[in-house]
């Protein structure tokens, strides 16, 4: 092989493939994988061709190699996607801009930290990010494009928002126009509104996860911490926050649901119009954080050149008791229209488009005939479930119950006002319910059942939707809920009652079936109708959202085939969700869904595929929560095939003098490796506590480097030897070339300094602007090789400085700690 070439080694269906070519242009490295053995990543120097073991490096890193010295960059392909440049590094990740060389675009590539690549639960949570992330999509939350594993790292590909995030924008203004941040603040809203109906609360939202396009629209982004509520609540096993934006409900370990995410924006929100977060208090003490939140100062008196409306939004937003918050996005969403109409300046108008002014005129212009000007559309809504209703009782005889006649004669002004409220909500929740947005179909619903002034029978029919959105929203206790509301009324409604459609499937809506599930033929519902057909399909919500999925299917097969039915515009509708439910179910009894896998292989396959079939789910609730459940088994089950017994302490060689030795001459790489590959605790360290700090360690060099690629660094330095060092360079071939006090230039190598004249560069080099995180991560760094390579009383001492300027660094130092003498 001639000089300036490379050999790679990777696996491809079991075969070892040689791959060469020139190592300026190549900077894929592959995997080779060694029999009987954890993957190992080999590739060789470009400088003197010996193999190098990068197994355990951090991404897009420079390492050494061990035998020339020679630096080289590693894996920088993570699938079809070239690493460029690092974008961002966070608090269990870093994220890369990525070339997606198929399709010729950027991408944001996010990876787990080195800190967590070995770390199980947060490997678990990375991939649940993703999932959750995939399972929906919305224009204001950032697209997962597709997710991948390499270099045994699992990955995220994201479309890539160049336009910076929120935070700049804060620290750039100091406070942000009211009349800027409304429209971006609806975007948000609408975007957080896409994640609860996909059953999700985000639990991070702040400036920095609010990232900005070109064209300055909002997308979110990380959904690291979110939980799965299903639209109820939920409770996180960790508290990992924020303290400005934190709800008062994460800070106490309660249960959360989507005004926690309200909170949190509402505090984003404040902190931008402001200038300054609400609350000074940046610790994560709960007894700290709890009183700050209660003294909240209004916005209106912090920054009094806002206008009443906006202060309105965000003060609700912001109530210390969820109770108190907006009760949904909806609501949100509208008071944030109302207060930019306010901000512009605009004469705030009502749903019809009319002034208070316009309207009174329009009023008085109509005759008592305008009862028949209701619109066609919402009309024809009303007219429809009225006859529904009526035609579909059990008992043909007419009703008797009292029906209030309305005549040209007996309508007035504000009966008028009301039939036309009733008609456009009735119309707005079957609309919503038809789009998938079953929580807001639901609400309404059950607001009209509660409504005493709906008329019979829609007013019951109303009901019996609320539960029939519930349930297809796969939230059974609401639908339980909803369903008390219908029999309490139908209870208390006039004995002579006969609403024999509702009264007749009561049974089903209000309790499950005695023993197991329900069963077409077991339910007395007749032999065929409406009645039949609607409490059977409201029969298979409830089985296959109890877990009888398999006592479901006939039932919606029953459903989707009644073709006696198919002439009805609602209840056609409801055929084609069955057909949903059959479809996914379909999903849920794959090969997938039942496979026994034998090794880690299978089951990150199995995995991969269950991820797949997420993103074709037709329906919500139990049938995405069985996928998930079997992702997490095969998750443990790939944990427990990774699991090796630990060695007998007889077998335990003293390692930590042959790392103190490596630790000297910076040799941080083969510190890595060889802490990667023990079985066992050194004495007095634990495995991963010292992982951690070598690998930091050896990224501070790596980032040092970046720093001074191309770009001489003017600066006072001494040699080990004492000579004098007036500037410092990466030259081209990844060479270090300092000039001399003497005016000589040469090449040098990172040992010839010492550990403190290394400090003094990072000092030098973190001065160069950037944001508060990036600094955070590098004086980090800078901690760790203090700690391995020199001073450790200094290391510590500097660490604890750290510790009381950032809650962030004290936790994952604390945790480092542990693992490390004292």
């Not at 409770?235 to 949190?264: L, M, N, S």
Request: net charge negative; glycine share 6%; with cysteine.
């Amino acid at each position: 092989m001639q000089v300036g070439s490379c050999a790679t080694f990777r696996e491809n269906r079991g075969f070892i493939i040689l791959e060469v070519g020139s190592f300026q242009n190549v900077a894929k490295y592959l995997t080779l994988i060694m029999p009987g053995s954890e993957e190992e990543e080999i590739i060789l120097c470009y400088a003197c061709g010996a193999p190098m073991n990068v197994s355990d490096i951090a991404p897009y890193s420079r390492v050494a190699c061990p035998a020339c010295k020679a630096e080289n960059r590693v894996k920088t392909h993570f699938g079809p996607y070239t690493l460029t440049r690092r974008h961002a590094i966070g608090g269990m990740s870093s994220v890369f801009i990525g070339k997606d060389e198929a399709l010729d675009r950027e991408v944001a590539l996010k990876i787990l930290s080195e800190e967590y690549s070995k770390d199980e639960k947060r490997i678990t949570a990375f991939e649940e990010e993703a999932r959750l992330t995939a399972s929906f999509s919305h224009p204001n939350v950032v697209r997962v494009l597709t997710t991948g594993k390499a270099f045994g790292r699992f990955y995220i590909a994201m479309e890539f928002v160049n336009g910076g995030h929120f935070e700049h924008q804060i620290r750039e203004k100091g406070k942000v126009p009211e009349i800027e941040i409304l429209p971006f603040a609806i975007q948000v809203a609408e975007g957080l509104k896409g994640a609860q109906a996909a059953g999700l609360i985000h639990r991070d939202i702040k400036p920095g996860n609010i990232l900005l396009d070109s064209e300055g629209n909002a997308k979110i982004v990380d959904f690291g911490l979110a939980l799965v509520t299903k639209g109820g609540k939920a409770k996180a096993t960790e508290i990992w926050a924020t303290p400005y934006y934190v709800p008062p409900e994460a800070i106490e370990g309660q249960a959360e649901d989507f005004r926690a995410d309200i909170y949190a924006f509402g505090a984003t929100l404040y902190h931008a119009l402001a200038g300054k977060p609400s609350c000074n208090e940046d610790t994560m003490a709960s007894n700290l954080l709890r009183e700050a939140k209660k003294k909240v100062i209004p916005l209106k008196k912090v920054a009094p050149e806002l206008t009443d409306e906006t202060c309105a939004v965000i003060d609700r937003a912001m109530a210390y008791d969820p109770v108190n918050r907006f009760s949904s996005y909806d609501e949100m969403v509208s008071g944030l229209q109302s207060a930019l109409k306010v901000a512009r300046g605009e004469v705030v108008k009502d749903s019809d488009g009319n002034t208070k002014a316009e309207r009174r005129a329009e009023l008085r212009a109509n005759n008592r005939k305008s009862i028949f000007l209701i619109t066609s559309a919402t009309a024809i809504a009303v007219a429809a479930i009225v006859t529904l209703i009526l035609l579909t009782k059990a008992d043909p005889t007419p009703s008797k119950r009292p029906t209030k006649i309305l005549t040209v004669d007996s309508v007035d002004d504000t009966t008028e006002k009301s039939l036309r409220e009733i008609a456009t909500r009735y119309a707005a929740a079957r609309n919503a319910m038809e789009n998938g947005e079953y929580d807001k179909s639901g609400k309404i619903f059950h607001s009209l059942l509660k409504d005493e002034n709906v008329e019979e029978p829609t007013r019951t029919w109303s009901g019996v939707q609320a539960v029939v959105s519930a349930l297809m929203d796969g939230k059974m206790d609401l639908a339980k809920g909803y369903s008390a509301t219908a029999e309490a009324h139908i209870a208390s409604g006039p004995a002579d009652l006969e609403l024999g459609f509702v009264v007749g499937i009561m049974p089903v809506l209000r309790k499950d079936p005695e023993h197991g599930f329900f069963e077409i033929n077991a339910m007395n519902l007749g032999p065929s109708g409406n009645q039949r057909f609607m409490g059977s399909f409201i029969a298979a919500l409830k089985n296959w959202e109890s877990g009888g999925i398999e006592q479901a299917v006939p039932i919606f097969e029953y459903v989707a085939h009644e073709a006696s039915l198919t002439d009805d515009e609602v209840l056609g509708w409801y055929q084609k969700v069955a057909e949903r439910y059959l479809a996914d179910y379909r999903l849920l009894t794959s090969e997938a869904m039942s496979a026994q896998p034998k090794t880690v292989a299978e089951c990150r396959e199995l995995i991969e595929e269950l991820n797949r079939k997420l993103t074709l789910l037709e329906t919500r609730g139990r049938a995405r929560f069985n996928i998930r459940a079997r992702q997490i088994d095969y998750d443990k089950l790939e944990s427990s095939l990774k699991k090796a017994p630990d060695p007998a302490p007889s077998n335990r060689p003293d390692v930590i003098a042959e790392i103190d030795s490596l630790a000297e001459n910076y040799r941080f790489l083969e510190i890595v490796e060889r802490v990667s590959k023990l079985e066992f605790d050194p004495p007095g360290y634990k495995r991963k506590s010292l992982l951690g700090i070598s690998q930091s360690a050896l990224i501070f060099l790596s980032e040092i480097e970046s720093d001074l690629s191309g770009k001489p660094v003017v600066i006072d330095l001494k040699l080990k030897d004492g000579t004098d060092v007036s500037s410092i360079v990466i030259a081209s071939g990844d060479r270090l070339v300092g000039k001399l006090a003497s005016g000589e230039i040469r090449d040098l190598m990172w040992t010839e300094f010492s550990t403190d004249q290394l400090i003094e560069l990072h000092r030098e080099l973190v001065k160069a602007p950037g944001s508060g995180m990036e600094r955070l991560r590098r004086h980090e760094s800078a901690i760790a090789f203090e700690w391995l390579a020199g001073d450790r009383s200094r290391a510590v001492t500097a660490a604890g400085r750290l510790s009381a300027e950032s809650a962030g660094f004290k936790t994952r130092w604390d945790s480092l700690a542990s693992g490390l003498p004292e």
